[in-house]
């Protein structure tokens, strides 16, 4: 019993680290962007919260979304993205859908 409160506050507060790593990437220059990074993340606490997504798969998944911040930053680095860099966004944004799609229905769980 204690083992499964441990794991669940252990995940509790991964969520809540790729929330707070998300957030801080905000900004008017991409709000397409930022609001799918939200969606995102929803999608991965939600799966944390139901059981579908075992610890590994989160910790993945939360790299998945450092990754996509390091992307985010790199583009804004001069003040301007280009067509060029928001298609790389949204390539690896789509990649990280899919990916979070994928763990979450592969049959999986915390269980």
Known sequence: MKKSTLKSKMLAGLG????LAIASTASAGT?????????????????????????????RLAAGQVHLNRVERRAKADGVVTARERARMQHEANQQSRRIHRQKHDGQDRN
Do not use: K
Not at 16 to 19: F, Q
Not at 45 to 54: H, K
């Open 16 to 19: 809540l680290a790729i929330s």
């Open 31 to 59: 709000p397409r962007y930022d609001a799918r990074q939200h969606n995102q993340r929803e999608r991965i606490v939600n799966g944390v919260n139901s059981g579908e997504l075992t610890m590994r798969e989160t910790r």
